[in-house]
């Protein structure tokens, strides 16, 4: 509750950005014309706008699974960790820590918003292990590490409140990711800078809460509004081979339980192409071929044209 004491002036109704103000177990929406309440389950505020999301307020009242079933057993977890696997992410360390150079040249203690934060992000740790940084954690489902339940189509944060925003593996579940990349603009300090990768040539990891892909230029033009410092193949040729062939595998059975049991053939199987993507990532053809692509960028009031967007075409068709 300390956390959210602190932060309270800041968080805003998701459904019409006035203030709130907290009473006991609740958030309540100070405009008289408003007036939704949001509930506080253990110390974590859900601040969902129901008019504009896939999810309800009830969802998490009712400790609903909201995306993908994290609680499996000991032992289960413990045989998916003796298995190889089929992913890698070549670069999510170095950018990381270049985001990390950009946010503490704009400021000494940087706010940092994470979405998608329930399950820890590849390369991550060195802003966790960074004390100067202050990150609010936030994901549409209760993972380990959520400290807000919120939708990233309406972010419940005042207007240019962050220095940093981080958007990892989470536009491709979201049912509009430009209404998405808007909120990250808003809540974004003047210069403030953002993060994203976002999956290309990847199939469908979530089940029903999986949308969205994009090449190269498509990730870029979401982040028209944005000046690029970097961008590029996060995840090469060699896994998008790998995850393909396993969904093929896969294909010839309809039964959970039969894939479960190939998983360990598949990815035995498999696993080694991802290493194939140390000698192709930075090859021209990566940008026709990638398992997903990284964004880099600040906030800017010039909006990148469509016209310049095709100038920026780096592949070999």
Same mark, same amino acid.
């Given at each position: 509750m300390e956390l959210l004491d602190k932060v309270v002036n800041a968080l805003k109704c998701p459904k019409c950005l006035s203030d709130i103000e907290k009473r006991e177990n609740l958030l309540v929406c100070t405009n008289d014309n408003c007036k939704v309440?949001?509930?506080?389950?253990?110390?974590?505020?859900?601040?969902?706008?129901?008019?504009?999301?896939?999810?309800?307020?009830?969802d998490f009242v009712e400790m609903r699974d909201t995306t993908r079933n994290t609680n499996k057993s000991f032992l289960r977890k413990k045989?998916?960790?003796?298995?190889?696997?089929?992913?890698?992410?070549?670069?999510?360390?170095?950018?990381?820590?270049? +985001? =990390? !150079?950009?946010?503490?040249?704009?400021?000494?203690? *940087?706010?940092?918003?994470?979405?998608?934060s329930g399950i820890k992000g590849e390369g991550i740790e060195v802003l966790f292990n960074n004390r100067s940084i202050e990150l609010y954690e936030s994901d549409v489902s209760f993972g380990p590490r959520t400290q807000y339940i919120l939708d990233a189509h309406?972010?419940?944060?005042?207007?240019?409140?962050?220095?940093?925003?981080?958007?990892?593996?989470?536009?491709?579940?979201?049912?509009?990711?430009f209404?998405?990349?808007?909120?990250?603009h808003r809540v974004l300090k003047k210069d403030g800078y953002v993060y994203a990768e976002t999956p290309f040539i990847q199939q469908v990891h979530e089940g029903k809460y999986d949308f969205h892909r994009f090449t190269h230029l498509g990730h870029r033009r979401l982040f028209r509004n +944005? =000046? !690029?410092?970097?961008?590029?193949?996060?995840?090469? *040729?060699g896994m998008a081979l790998a995850w393909a062939y396993s969904y093929f595998i896969y294909?010839?059975?309809?039964?959970?339980?039969?894939?479960?049991?190939?998983?360990?053939?598949?990815?035995?199987?498999?696993?080694?192409l991802?290493?194939?993507?140390?000698?192709?990532?930075?090859?021209p053809g990566v940008y026709d071929a990638a398992s997903g692509y990284f964004f880099l960028g600040q906030k800017s009031d010039v909006v990148l044209t469509d016209i310049e967007l095709l100038k920026l075409y780096k592949g070999l068709i």
């Open positions: 309440s949001f509930p506080i389950i253990n110390g974590r505020p859900v601040l969902i706008n129901e008019e504009n999301s896939v999810f309800k307020i009830a045989i998916r960790s003796l298995i190889p696997s089929i992913s890698k992410n070549i670069g999510a360390k170095e950018n990381y820590n270049r +985001f =990390l !150079e950009k946010l503490l040249s704009l400021n000494n203690s *940087p706010k940092v918003l994470i979405l998608g309406n972010i419940p944060f005042a207007n240019e409140y962050f220095d940093g925003v981080i958007v990892q593996a989470v536009l491709e579940h979201v049912v509009d990711p209404r998405c990349v808007q909120e990250i +944005f =000046l !690029e410092i970097q961008s590029g193949a996060i995840c090469g *040729p294909c010839f059975f309809s039964s959970k339980k039969m894939r479960r049991l190939l998983l360990p053939f598949v990815h035995f199987s498999s696993f080694f991802k290493y194939f993507d140390y000698f192709l990532i930075n090859k």
